[in-house]
T-cell receptor, first 111, second 114 residues
Framework: QQQVKQSPQSLIVQKGGISIINCAYE??????FPWYQQFPGKGPALLIA?????SEKKEGRFTISFNKSAKQFSLHIMDSQPGDSATYFC??????????FGGGTRVLVKP | NAGVTQTPKFQVLKTGQSMTLQCAQD?????MSWYRQDPGMGLRLIHY???????DQGEVPNGYNVSRSTTEDFPLRLLSAAPSQTSVYFC?????????????FGEGSRLTVL
């Protein structure tokens, strides 16, 4: 079973709009929650990450919101640009550097 | 600055054949891992290593073998390929002490098993 569930599987947003991707986890032993961005033909790359004792983290146009009690976290992409078109993965880190990934969201930003 | 290098980028195998996917990193990372990526399932951990001579199983280890004789290299062996192993394989590395969950990924190896 998937320990990290991600939704939606895909979304289309107009340039300048907000993209929102949601994730839910079950294992309370996870100690860090990174988001990865992947372009076609490339490997995933770290975009932004948050600790479970922080409710929000912002880096530029990207914001993570974290709700520990609900075991949910989300990625908001503000002022979405065509260059943001990619697949986004949420993940949860267990002991060591073992990551459990969500199923991925393909984002298409239309100009 | 090469980072994580995977070879080959593409490979077609017949059922029952064996092969090795190569992974090398030049960042002196202690931790290395192999993931497979399938549509809708994200990336799933196959095997990982926390240092030379130490390996362990991840979520989907069956049908795969690994070894870690040096810090730099972490090859993944398919013992007898099956169509279910058709996937994109990613090698990733990091410092063991990393807290943020930052893995550095290679560009992937796309494997098709007929």
């Amino acid at each position: 079973q998937q320990q990290v569930k991600q939704s939606p599987q895909s979304l289309i947003v107009q340039k300048g709009g907000i993209s929102i991707i949601n994730c839910a986890y079950e294992n309370t032993a996870f100690d860090y929650f990174p988001w990865y961005q992947q372009f076609p033909g490339k490997g995933p790359a770290l975009l932004i990450a948050i600790r479970p004792d922080v409710s929000e983290k912002k880096e530029g146009r990207f914001t993570i919101s974290f709700n520990k009690s609900a075991k949910q976290f989300s990625l908001h992409i503000m002022d979405s640009q065509p260059g943001d078109s990619a697949t986004y993965f949420c993940a949860a880190k267990a002991a060591g550097n073992k990551l459990t990934f969500g199923g991925g969201t393909r984002v298409l930003v239309k100009p | 600055n090469a980072g994580v290098t995977q070879t080959p980028k593409f490979q077609v195998l017949k059922t029952g054949q064996s092969m090795t996917l190569q992974c090398a990193q030049d960042m002196n990372h202690e931790y290395m891992s192999w993931y497979r990526q399938d549509p809708g399932m994200g990336l799933r951990l196959i095997h990982y290593s926390v240092g030379a001579g130490i390996t362990d199983q991840g979520e989907v280890p069956n049908g795969y073998n690994v070894s870690r004789s040096t810090t730099e290299d972490f090859p993944l062996r398919l013992l007898s390929a099956a169509p279910s192993q058709t996937s994109v394989y990613f090698c990733a590395s990091s410092y063991s002490s990393g807290r943020t969950g930052e893995l550095f990924f290679g560009e992937g190896s796309r494997l098709t098993v007929l």
